[in-house]
């Protein structure tokens, strides 16, 4: 089967998210990444199974990550993937990987590169896959989870999924 055709076999494939926002700072009323990431895959027909916030701290990550994975096909965390001391969602998310999606991070930061330059560099951003779930890692800005929402993770999510579980 060709690309298109993958893809238009995936269509149907059911897709259960959940979302992690990854902050000491925000709040339900000030989480406006992790509510953008919620609403825009809600309205594209996206079940959402949970959404939650949870300190920088990689503990609470690892928690919030093991409480999602056998609820959910995706997981997308929004916040610490910068290289500053407290931003661990990186470290604790990759360990967990069974594989990598290397081209996820790299298409990003592309994206990313050409709307803000050189700045792109401080992202981290990451995607792999652990125990049947597809985990992508968001900066914390709504601009960046905007950008990775639309322009990669949504028109392939459905793919995705189906080729993760097709065998």
């Known amino acids: 089967m060709s690309y298109d055709e993958h893809k238009q076999a995936a269509q149907n494939t059911p897709v259960r998210v959940g979302v992690i926002t990854v902050s000491d700072t ?69 360990r967990k990987f069974e594989r990598t999606l ?14 803000i330059g050189s700045g792109a560099m401080l992202s981290r951003a990451a995607a792999g896959m652990w125990s049947n779930t597809l985990v992508f ?10 950008l990775a929402i639309e322009q990669l993770i949504l028109p392939e999510i459905h793919h995705l999924v189906w080729e993760m579980i097709r065998q």
Request: proline share 4%; aromatic share 6%.
């Open 26 to 94: 925000r709040t339900e009323a000030t989480d406006t990444s992790g509510r953008y990431i919620v609403e825009t895959l809600a309205e594209a027909g996206i079940e959402i199974i949970e959404a939650c916030i949870v300190p920088d701290d990689p503990k609470r990550i690892e928690w919030a990550l093991n409480e999602l994975v056998a609820r959910c096909e995706v997981i997308v965390t929004t916040g610490g993937t910068g290289i500053s001391r407290r931003d661990t969602t990186i470290e604790v998310a990759t």
């Open 102 to 115: 290397p081209g996820f991070g790299e298409i990003f930061r592309m994206l990313s590169y050409e709307e």
């Open 137 to 146: 890692s968001l900066p914390g800005s709504v601009h960046a989870v905007r």
